[in-house]
């Protein structure tokens, strides 16, 4: 089955360490996103990339960086983790030949900065 | 700025029909999403509008009018397993057509 998949699923980490969230996709799809969610304020957009090697800042990049070095792959990266960045992290696959650009998630991967 | 607005919380009977209502200031408009989100699953995808109008889908119909900035997803003949989080999210023709989220509205469904 075609498939978004992230990993880890959890993790825990201290203040100052170096994080990167991975994300695979079996869709064919160019476009992958990376989304935060906090409890009351919804998804916000981090990161977007419409093909390899572009790059896009959402909403709420400040803090992290993403690489796109193959279609199926879109990483996001915490340099130095902060408690804040305490968060569900999605990742997201969209084909720009649809014409509703649907959006498919990643089951998340909880992320918890001590 | 992008502003999108949905209710936090919502109940209603097992059976029963419940509209949740989405409303948007957002410039640039493409589109608008509803998804479901059950707790600390990934969001899925339930319907999309880009005309005005409304569009069926067996038990979930969603409307939009894009004069009013007013969108709405009906749930009829309500199940347990409804339960979850709605999420509107709209589509902007700029930024590469990048999604807005709304927070959400957690719907719970009681028997």
């Known amino acids: ?10 993790r825990i980490t201290k203040t100052g360490k170096r ?7 079996t869709k064919g799809h160019d476009r992958m996103y990376w989304y935060r969610q906090d409890p009351g304020l919804g998804l916000r957009l981090i990161y977007y990339s419409f093909d390899v090697k572009d790059i896009n800042k959402g909403e709420i990049s400040d803090g992290y960086s993403v690489s796109r070095q193959a279609q199926a792959k879109f990483s996001l990266s915490l340099e130095s983790a902060i408690p ?5 992290y999605f990742c997201a696959t969209s084909d720009s ?6 959006q498919f998630f990643g089951p998340g991967t909880r992320l918890t900065v001590l | ?3 999108i607005d949905q209710p936090t919380e919502m109940t209603a009977t097992e059976g029963a029909i419940v509209q949740i209502n ?5 410039s640039g408009f493409n589109g608008l999403f509803w998804y479901q ?4 699953e990934a969001p899925t995808f339930l319907s999309y509008n880009v005309l005005d109008g409304l569009e069926e889908k067996g038990r979930f119909s969603s409307f939009l009018s894009r004069s009013k900035g007013y969108s709405y997803l009906l749930l009829k003949e309500l199940q347990m ?14 930024y590469g057509n990048k999604l807005v989220f709304g927070a959400g509205t957690i719907l719970r469904v009681k028997s």
């Open chain 2, 1 to 3: 700025g992008q502003n």
């Open chain 1, 19 to 25: 994080i990167m969230l991975e994300c695979s996709q």
């Open chain 2, 22 to 26: 989405c409303t948007y200031q957002t």
């Open chain 1, 97 to 102: 030949g649809q014409l509703d650009n649907e």
């Open chain 1, 1 to 10: 089955d075609a498939d978004v998949t992230q990993t880890p699923r959890n």
């Open chain 2, 37 to 40: 989100q059950h707790a600390g």
């Open chain 2, 81 to 94: 397993k409804d339960s979850a989080s709605y999420l509107c999210a709209v589509r902007l023709m700029e």
């Open chain 1, 84 to 88: 804040n960045q305490t968060a569900l």
